[in-house]
């Protein structure tokens, strides 16, 4: 991997090497302070889909596995729509020796727990990511979501937090729910139509987006969708650019 932007000091940076955990997570740092901050993570091909046979890993690449793993490592709390845990088996975060010191440091968990936004909860509850993780799962959803959804949840021992008063949870009372149990540093990873939620209720601080060299052509969403568009478009600045193997690592911050 080598990072192409901001130009570094030293052109030896240039040449492509390993990076260490260490140095991913610390380009990759949250800002400081006690602010909320979210930040997605996404994976696009040059043709704009964000997913290829209903899934976003065949778009994915070794290097861009160190990242997400290493994203998820910096975060509070992972936050995922629940067709995209349907669609890609989403299972608990494991807990990693390599952040354990980074994480206690920081007055983290060992491992961030997973939030699922869904307004159905039609979820099967039986699954390791509500039965087994080190961190329990939250469900995050609106007031009008079905009772006996909210019962069956409720039921296996899984929080259920309504944030919003329809039937799906209102993307800036969700990040604000998070941010009262204390995680306050953010991940999502989508899917589009839980992106595209966070952006119009203009909440998201931070897209991660990799840019992989293949071709999907097809009917695949964009990593942002939905059917309202936002009044203008959000002004996103450009903050670094890797690079390995013809894929690239972008990371953008709202202005």
């Not at 909320?36 to 290829?52: E, I, K, P």
């Not at 995050?140 to 296996?156: D, H, I, K, S, Y």
């Not at 800036?172 to 139509?193: C, F, K």
């Not at 939620?197 to 052509?217: K, M």
């Amino acid at each position: 991997m080598r990072r192409l932007l901001p130009v570094p000091v030293d052109p030896s940076a240039l040449a492509d090497r390993e990076w260490s955990l260490d140095e991913l997570a610390d380009a990759y740092a949250y800002p400081a302070g006690d602010g909320v901050w979210l930040r997605a993570n996404m994976v696009c091909s040059v043709d704009g889909a964000a997913s290829f046979g209903g899934r976003s890993q065949p778009l994915s690449s070794a290097a861009d596995m160190r990242v997400f793993g290493m994203l998820r490592g910096l975060a509070d709390a992972v936050v995922v729509g629940a067709e995209t845990v349907r669609l890609e088996g989403y299972r608990p975060v494991r807990a990693r020796a390599a952040f354990a010191a980074r994480r206690a440091a920081a007055g983290q968990l060992p491992t961030p727990p997973v939030a699922v936004l869904s307004a159905s909860l039609d979820l099967d509850f039986s699954l390791p990511l509500f039965t087994a993780p080190a961190v329990p799962t939250l469900l995050l959803t609106g007031a009008q979501a079905p009772g006996e959804r909210v019962a069956a949840a409720r039921a296996a021992g899984v929080e259920v937090v309504v944030a919003g008063q329809g039937a799906v949870a209102d993307p800036a009372a969700a990040v604000a729910a998070l941010a009262e149990r204390g995680y306050r540093r953010l991940l999502t990873e989508g899917g589009p139509a839980v992106l595209g939620g966070f952006a119009r209720a203009g909440v998201l601080d931070e897209l991660c987006l990799t840019l992989a060299p293949l071709v999907a052509l097809g009917d695949a969403p964009r990593i942002m969708h939905g059917a309202a568009p936002r009044a203008e478009p959000l002004g996103l600045g450009l903050e670094s650019v890797m690079e390995e193997a013809g894929f690239l690592f972008t990371r953008y911050r709202r202005f």
